[in-house]
């Protein structure tokens, strides 16, 4: 069984920055894409970034390229969001997802970390 947890979040400034962890366990990921995803209050969840476990192919949401960067390794099992710049649009809580790669629905979550910037 897939584990995914979370951990890094927090209360930051404005044009500041955060690193957020994803811990995963319970199968080996090749053949998988790891992923971030972000709720805010009252809005609907949405796709922040991805890797692939084995290449380290990535991908971004429009609204986070040139400030978030995500990376892998392997070694530890971690899934990193590196967040700089960071805005008050960027607060939510922010999810770690992994799906096979071919399918097209992530269907293992972490509980969450919450971010919050403050203007």
């Known amino acids: 069984q897939v584990q995914l947890v979370e951990s890094g979040g927090g209360l930051v400034q404005a044009g500041g920055s955060l690193r957020l962890s994803c811990a995963a366990s319970g199968r080996t990921f090749t053949g998988y894409s790891m992923a971030w995803f972000r709720q805010a209050p009252g809005k609907e969840r949405e796709f922040v970034a991805s890797i692939t476990w084995s290449r380290g192919t990535t991908y971004y949401a429009d609204s986070v390229k040139g400030r978030f960067t995500i990376s892998r390794d392997n070694a530890k099992n971690m899934v990193l969001l590196q967040m700089n710049s960071l805005k008050p649009e960027d607060t939510a809580v922010y999810y770690c997802?992994?799906?096979?790669?071919?399918?097209?629905?992530?269907?293992?979550w972490g509980q969450g970390t919450q971010v919050t910037v403050s203007s």
């Open positions: 997802a992994v799906r096979k790669i071919g399918n097209s629905e992530y269907d293992s």
